[in-house]
């Protein structure tokens, strides 16, 4: 892995990961966990589990601006490089995270159980999401905020509800509620949370027609 940093500091690295995604920078920081990426502008934290394949490049025109502040959330150096170390020093920071879908998400981590974040976003409000399919974390600037809002407007506070610390467990803790489940992307994901068995959550539409998605395949989660 050491040779591996140390080629990446002077040539361009090209990732894929999950969901046919591209993403292109220097590798500043490595472990079995989490790469680092500087993509000249902001630092992304991946999860190695959604890294399908990487290699590197010594065009010029791949090249990128070396980093002039030091990365958004540092680690110490007794500390391992995980993902949940890199989603606690985040805790309460304004970032963008990639889950699903062509958009980001811009918001906060409020709160991290033992297998999902509760995150705090301004366009969709409290949100549920799988640490497993987190696909990339991005760290504002200090002094940066979503969409330009002023801490008046977008405060950063501890979601103060005591929830389980397990999704399937807020799962059957929501029931009979209104959902959004993946951003709502396909038209059976928003509906009311009927029923969960099975690893199957069983969510009736619009039209009342029972689906039922694999638990394991729920990236995200939001009450209506």
């Not at 079995?32 to 010029?60: A, Q, R």
């Not at 970032?95 to 159980?113: A, C, D, F, H, R």
């Not at 330009?148 to 405060?155: A, H």
């Not at 992307?185 to 694999?214: A, C, H, M, W």
């Amino acid at each position: 892995m050491k040779k591996l940093i140390q080629q990446s500091e002077k040539e361009f690295a090209k990732i894929e990961v999950s969901g046919g995604k591209f993403l292109r920078g220097s590798i500043i920081d490595f472990s079995t966990e989490i790469i680092v990426l500087f993509n000249g502008h902001d630092y992304l934290y991946i999860p190695v589990i959604h890294v399908k394949n990487f290699t590197f490049s010594n065009n010029d025109e791949d090249s990128v601006s070396k980093p002039t502040n030091p990365p958004g959330i540092n680690s110490k150096s007794t500390e391992t490089l995980t993902l949940k170390t890199i989603l606690s020093r985040a805790q309460g920071m304004y970032v963008e995270l990639y889950v699903t879908g062509k958009v980001p998400l811009q918001g906060y981590i409020s709160n991290i159980m033992n297998d999902y974040i509760i995150f705090e976003s301004p366009i969709y409000k409290t949100m549920y999401i799988s640490l497993n399919h987190i696909k990339w974390l991005i760290p504002y600037i200090s002094n940066q905020k979503p969409y330009g809002l002023t801490k008046e407007d977008f405060p950063i506070d501890q979601y103060s509800v005591e929830l389980p610390q397990n999704l399937d467990n807020l799962v059957k803790k929501i029931k009979d509620e209104l959902v959004i489940i993946n951003l709502g992307e396909k038209s059976y994901q928003i509906g009311k949370l009927v029923d969960f068995s099975g690893n199957f959550v069983e969510i009736l539409t619009t039209r009342s027609v029972p689906y039922y998605i694999n638990i394991q395949h729920i990236q995200s989660l939001s009450i209506v």
